[in-house]
């Protein structure tokens, strides 16, 4: 499944009405089919009689108010009571829409037009009074600047009512292609989308109004999507495809090795995080590269992980330097950053790994930080690169500020990535994975409750660990975050939210991993 915007759902469009000569009322009679199949489903839920099913449905002057004619046509077929009410007036209306709701009069479906000032307002407000369901169609993929007058009056009344509210292809008020939402909005129960999701239902704000979503097919052909250009591939499943494979006569040499540079004296947390996530990664041996103060915890939490220990007290020396070269010469992947401070030493040794690393390069927390003060350790660097920030540590690489940064997820990590030559892991609630060639993954999965103290250690430690074992670097940055999503979904499910820590991020992995396993 791909995350399209307005502009490639238009050429769609285009070209299936153009090259494959489907009549443009065709694709919309699909739409507002999937659209009346939903009320049905809605119905037959929550067991009520169909033909008892009161709809209303507001439809815009657009082709997205011409999908909400064509399915009251739909509900009208079938004999369920449905009203429907127009904003924005008829002379505005696109042929589309006009050829739908021409038909939807003549059939006998009760339609009203709601002015500002108008008589029917008081109508709206009973049909709504006895709406089971409301049909939001006032604006799709065409909102292009906050709803306003008789459209906000509309999108305040569906959602001061107590129907379920469905909304066309997009809930009327989001920007399809950002999520943004500028002003009043459709709080929707859920959203019927056609073709693929629009990406304004997959990024906040714009998620957090869709609902339920239910994407319908509506007879655009999958191989016109397929030879899209720059699309983004929603993950699922079939990312277990980036698992690396075992050798068969397989022993823990022969799994991946993985560095791990992270903690500081009083700071072994994030360490012991991301070490473990490197652990349950399935790669064969985890070495840590830490300082002394922390050895002992480490050995306790983790006795499975290898440990090189330094004094940071004495300095950085060259012992230090050489031990790390020696490190990074025995390791097949390293990760940089958790818990490892931002003062000389921590640069000194983020500086080592970035010019003496041959193997791929794993940077997160302070080491992205530090590398953002050195912008040149990236350039000069030999090794390929994922990068995993959050939000404001990009703000910081980028210098950008954190809300553009959030306001333009796709963009920033496809434009840094291209422009580092690195892979860009932009972690949010919806975390965006890009490629430097331009390929480009978005996660859904993960909740709220993995916003919590070192959910981005066990991240970071993960895809380390699945470089280490022999992953390229984007498809194991994108089984990363797939694996971490879904670990995190499965501790949810198992413990709530609310209370969820990142060591039930650790404790859930093998059973993400064991489910991918099972879905290749
Ligand atoms: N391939 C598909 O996905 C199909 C989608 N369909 C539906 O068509 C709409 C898009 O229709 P469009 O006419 O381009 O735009 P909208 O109906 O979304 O917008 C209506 C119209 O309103 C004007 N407008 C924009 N913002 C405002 C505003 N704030 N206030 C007032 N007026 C505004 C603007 O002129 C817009 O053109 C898509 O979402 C689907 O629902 C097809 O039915 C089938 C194929
Ligand atoms: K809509």
Redesign the pocket.
Known sequence: MYALDSAQ?RA??QETIQVLGLP?VV??DQ?AQAVAHQVMVWADRSRRDRRGTETVVLC????????GFCAARHLFLEGMPVRVFLV?GKDKM?R??RVFHDHALCLGVQVAELEEGGAAWDSLGQALKHADVVVD?L??????????GA?ARAIREMNGCGAYRIA???PSGVD?DTGEVPGICLQADETVT??MPKKGILFFPGAGMAGKVEVAP?G?PPFLVERLEGKLRVLDGSAGAWLPKRPRDAHKGSCGRVLVVAGSPGMPGAAVLAAKAACRSGAGLVKLFMDRSIRDVVHMSIPEVLGTSYDRAEGLDSGVLQELEEALGWADAVLAGPGLSLDPFAEGLVRQVLEKSRIPVVLDADALTLAARNPDWLRDRKAPVVLTPHVGEMARLSGMSGDDVARRMEATAREYARAQGAVMVLKSARTVVADPRGETCLSLGGNNGMATAGSGDVLAGLVAGLLGQGAEPFGGACLGVHLHGLAGDLARDALGERSLLATDLLSHLPQAMKRISEEM
């Open positions: 759902i769609l469009d443009s694709l919309m739409a815009g002057p657009g082709n997205n108010g011409g999908d924005g696109t589309d829409a169609a604006f799709g993929i065409g909102l292009s600047r906050p709803p306003g459209f066309v292809d997009v399809a056609f073709c509506i655009i």
